[in-house]
């Protein structure tokens, strides 16, 4: 076993202290010494972070986007892993071989809808059960239409990502968790993008086409787009970051766009002013926006 030796109290004392008047730089590769005292800066921050000088702070951004970047689940090789939402309902008992191959020869020859719309429209299969094998089939959450204090939360997120990649936030009373609904997929990778934003529980789930059909009480979009400049991702966040100098940020991957979220104090008044940027991931001609990092 090895032994620890703790720092005496004195030095514990003293560095609790001393810790009110300097600050880590948030760069690990920071050259200009790891304390800094009577500093200059006291923003901007980002994910908690005090960056030194404008060069530390595209350090800890070019981490915190490569991070996001690949920790991001590529949905297609999810999928490639998924048992068909058919079989699933088969293996159940909850539709007939013969319904399943009606239903799969009506979508072949029409050439669209989803199956589960099929299964509904020629053998009654109800939207209830659609959603349960699709709960089966993406190991996630259903909400069943009219679940009690279920309502939408679509302030939470920046209505051009709800938009963009069919997402809903819904909340089961004021202090109950947060659910993620994907409309065609569960978006497991999303929930915890949102997770890490919000700084609370956000879980994957599906919901029964009627509820989607409610319409959600559509909120002004309050999200400015960024394009990145020539320079790429990193640089164009950086650039915002000093100009505008948060008191805090956040940053996460949503499928092919970042969302960053900057706290900015008010001035002459203590709230705190809160504004969400999109990126877009791709240019505008599908071309990776992103510069090589290093
Ligand atoms: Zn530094």
């Not at 909340?171 to 609904?181: F, S």
């Not at 997770?195 to 599906?206: C, G, K, N, Q, S």
């Not at 915002?240 to 100098?245: H, V």
């Amino acid at each position: 076993m090895t032994q620890i030796s703790l720092p005496t109290g004195h030095q514990n004392t003293f560095s609790a202290r001393a810790s009110r008047w300097v600050e880590h730089c948030g760069n690990r590769d920071c050259t200009s010494g790891w304390l800094q005292l009577f500093r200059r800066r006291s923003s901007p921050r980002f994910e908690g972070n005090w960056a030194c000088s404008p060069a530390c702070m595209e350090h800890i951004l070019t981490d915190a986007i490569c991070s996001q970047i690949e920790s991001w689940e590529p949905v297609h090789a999810e999928r490639a892993l998924r048992m068909p939402l058919g079989l699933i309902l088969l293996s159940r008992g909850w539709i007939s071989h013969g319904e399943l191959q009606e239903a799969l020869a009506a979508q072949r020859r029409s050439g669209n809808g989803r199956i589960g719309e099929w299964l509904g429209r020629l053998h009654g299969v109800s939207e209830e059960t659609i959603a349960k094998a699709l709960g089966i089939q993406w190991n996630c959450a259903v909400l069943p239409h009219g679940m009690p204090g279920l309502e939408f939360a679509p302030s939470l997120i920046p209505a051009f990502l709800r938009r963009r990649y069919g997402l809903a936030l819904l909340r089961q009373g004021p202090d109950a968790a947060l659910y993620l609904a994907g409309k065609d997929r569960a978006e497991h990778a999303a929930a915890r993008a949102i997770e890490h934003m919000l700084r609370e529980p956000v879980h994957a789930a599906f919901l029964e086409d009627s509820t989607w059909h409610q319409e959600q009480a559509e909120t002004a979009d309050t999200a400015e787009v960024l394009v990145p400049g020539r320079d790429g991702v990193v640089a164009s966040i950086g650039e915002l970051i000093e100009r505008t100098r948060p008191s805090d940020a956040g940053l996460v991957r949503m499928h092919d766009h970042l969302w960053l979220r900057i706290w900015l104090a008010g001035r002459g008044s203590r709230l705190m002013e809160r504004r969400d940027i999109v990126i877009s991931l791709r240019g505008q001609d599908g071309e990776e926006a992103l510069k090589p990092l290093n």
